[in-house]
């Protein structure tokens, strides 16, 4: 005589073929996660650049292009070059012969890139082993060229600086806007003059208080 079998036998017995299958899975993915261990991953299935593990710091060998410059014009606060040219907006005219100036050298050096405003910034900074490097590659050109736009090799080290081993001269990208283009913005606001605002007392001629006030200024 056939016995019925309970619910729970009917459970258990339809519940095997599931825990079978989610063993395979966990082992399935237990032996993807040892092969991208083993091999690298960059997480978008490609794989990540070789790197190089010194004292436990990661680095990792790059390309990077930009304009050269230095730290000593860069940080220049009436915003001029010893050369005369425009640390904010005249990078591309800043000379070689002022990259080669000792305070310069010293200084250290970096990549500025352009914005569409046309204002430069800073994108990477050089290790001060880097520095004789440039230094040297830079005598091979009269002091007065300009326009020094480069690709700079090397290893970006853990601590962001760039390690060049290798420099040369690179062509200037055409995407940026040219040099003369013009700038427009709008802006808005409480029409104002200097010398209320100026007032040691922050009363203005008017009476109004030139701090919280100025919407009660009048024209006249």
Known sequence: ??????????????SLPLLLLAMLFVVSNDAIAAEHVDH??????????DHNHTDGNVTVEVVMEGWLYDMYCVN???GIAPDGSNTTFGIHDHMVGCMLLT???DSGY???????????????????SSTAVVAEWL?????DTTNVYVYAFGTMMADGLLNVTMIDMA???????PDAMEVTYTYTGWIYDNYCLASPSGIAEDGTNVSHGVHDHMVG
């Open 1 to 14: 005589m056939m016995i019925p079998s309970s619910p729970w036998r009917r459970s258990r017995a339809a």
């Open 139 to 143: 005598t091979q050109f009269s002091m």
């Open 110 to 128: 970096l990549l500025m890139q352009r914005s569409l405003t046309g204002m430069y910034f800073p994108t990477v900074k050089f290790t001060n």
């Open 103 to 105: 305070q310069c050298m």
């Open 171 to 177: 062509d200037e990208p055409d995407v940026y806007p």
């Open 76 to 78: 220049q606060e009436d």
């Open 40 to 49: 690298g991953s960059d997480g978008h299935g490609g794989m990540m650049p």
